[in-house]
């Protein structure tokens, strides 16, 4: 019996498995300069922490990451990621350790850093192995939810926001502190305007392409110039290494505690309700899935000393934003990265660090708008809590759409919108999920209190309708 089941799983899962490929193969055919584009549509997130956590100086032992490693292996995760769930499910940094570890550099080494990867992908494994991360994500409100989606996204705009006025010359011009920054912003919004009238034209790759040839030219000039600064190759040796007790403990509850409901909440929960959002045609990840996929990353990444990973919705939302609608995007990006690691991973570092700011800050304010814009549907046809089944027993039935009356919206917006409150005011997915919680509940309760007087209204009536009356009473 246990081996028909086994037989059966694995004849589903092999059919799933080419169906998503010929998808990959076949959108990759229709459009592959918006794939390729699509795919760089996160590097507003992925840029300013890897440079942060690479620091100044290169080197495997400078820094709390290798750059190396990180390449290779995030190159890797994507290369799966895009074969596996056939979506362009993103592949970026932790944001909560990597917060911590910035804030506080003198306290955070690679062992250190690496141990909070590693304890958030034993903890997510857990759940998802369980079962529990599926029930989980069934059971959250799905007002929670978009809050979740539109927190995330107005931070990403504020993040954007962040970065316009900073100094971005990092290739031998500076225009001043303001003005050269103001002039990137400037140009990459009048070509995305007139990209936008123009949809086969891939935004992103090109402006990609644009700053890489900015950068050589830099370089040259700096040369030129005499400067010792260059691009420089070399090739990735792995140096797998094995924290100590005490730097596991500082790392795992100092940073990883902070990143575990994040990773539920933004890159498993609202991760699978994007991606049936964004891309309904396509095979939707489960929970399970993509909790595995988490703790898969990290448990192999962490020991080399590579960044650590999860998926995202806000990356997601962004590489949608900019074409890529299968896993053919990541796949492309996953290839690039691992040649970029083995080989020329110094050269990416110093690419990074002269990437124009501003240029960060549109492509990060246009995947916040995408993941805003997901909180519209708050309480019409998107929700999937509005709708109801016919007769769940029977295979045949069918779903209709229940409208929610005016008081039932305005408490759905309410938690929305409380969850937002709660995540931009304090920086952390779980506060908000938490207050969220609190205001679903409250109105939860409200009903019950009210159901319970009504109900005990009703017997105080029907107690007094049977007393005897005036009239009732017998004759004398």
């Not at 620091?55 to 490693?69: C, F, P, Q, V």
């Not at 990265?337 to 660090?353: M, P, R, T, Y």
């Not at 005990?456 to 107690?463: A, K, M, N, V």
Request: overall charge positive; aromatic content about 12%; glycine content about 12%.
């Amino acid at each position: 019996m246990a081996t028909a089941r086994v037989k059966q799983l694995w004849a589903v899962e092999k059919d799933r498995f080419k169906e998503v490929q010929k998808r990959n193969l076949r959108i990759f055919r229709q459009q592959p300069w918006r794939e390729i584009s699509g795919s760089f549509g996160d590097i507003g997130t992925f840029i300013p922490i890897f440079i942060a956590l690479v620091g100044d100086r290169y080197g495997e032992d400078y820094g709390k990451i290798s750059a190396s490693s990180t390449l290779v292996f995030s190159g890797l995760f994507n290369l799966l990621t895009g074969i596996y769930f056939g979506i362009p499910l993103p592949v970026q940094p932790m944001k909560a350790i990597a917060a911590v570890a910035i804030a506080s550099p003198g306290d955070y080494n690679q062992a250190r850093y690496a141990s909070a990867g590693l304890f958030v992908a034993a903890v997510v494994g857990f759940l998802s192995l369980t079962g529990l991360v599926r029930w989980f994500t069934k059971r959250v409100p799905v007002p929670i939810v978009k809050g979740i989606q539109v927190g995330a996204g107005l931070s990403l705009m504020a993040s954007g926001f962040g970065k316009l006025p900073l100094r971005t010359s990092g290739w031998g011009w500076n225009m001043g502190y303001n003005g050269e920054a103001a002039m990137y912003a400037a140009c990459t919004l009048f070509f995305l305007l007139f990209c936008s009238t123009r949809p086969r034209l891939p935004f992103v790759l090109i402006v990609v392409s644009i700053t890489i040839l900015v950068g050589i030219i830099g370089v040259t000039v700096n040369a030129a110039q005499g400067h010792s600064w260059g691009p420089h190759f070399s090739i990735w040796h792995p140096r797998p290494f094995v924290p100590g007790t005490k730097d596991f403990a500082f790392g795992a509850f100092n940073a990883g505690l902070g990143q575990i409901p994040l990773t539920t909440l933004n890159s498993i929960v609202a991760v699978v309700y994007l991606a049936e959002d964004l891309l309904p045609e396509a095979p939707a990840p489960s929970a399970t899935a993509v909790g595995s996929s988490v703790a898969t990353m990290n448990l192999l990444g962490c020991w080399f000393r590579a960044m650590p990973v999860c998926h995202g919705s806000g990356g997601l939302a962004a590489q949608y934003r900019f074409g890529a609608r299968s896993g053919a995007s990541v796949i492309f990006l996953g290839l690039l990265k691992i040649i970029l690691g083995l080989f020329a991973s110094q050269f990416v570092v110093e690419w990074c660090h002269g990437f124009p700011g501003a240029i960060l800050a549109v492509l990060l304010l246009l995947a916040g708008i995408e993941l805003v814009k997901m909180g519209e549907n708050l309480n019409g046809k998107g929700a999937r809590d509005l709708w109801r089944v016919d007769d769940p027993n029977s295979q045949s039935s069918s779903k209709y759409f229940t409208h929610p009356d005016r008081t039932e919206r305005m408490r759905r917006y309410l938690v929305m919108t409380s969850t937002i409150g709660a995540i931009i005011g304090t920086h952390n997915d779980g506060v908000g999920f938490i207050v969220g919680l609190i205001v679903h509940f409250a109105f939860r309760y409200q009903d019950w209190e009210e159901g319970r007087r009504a109900r005990r209204e009703g017997q105080i009536r029907l107690g007094a309708d049977r007393s005897p009356g005036a009239d009732d009473r017998p004759e004398a």
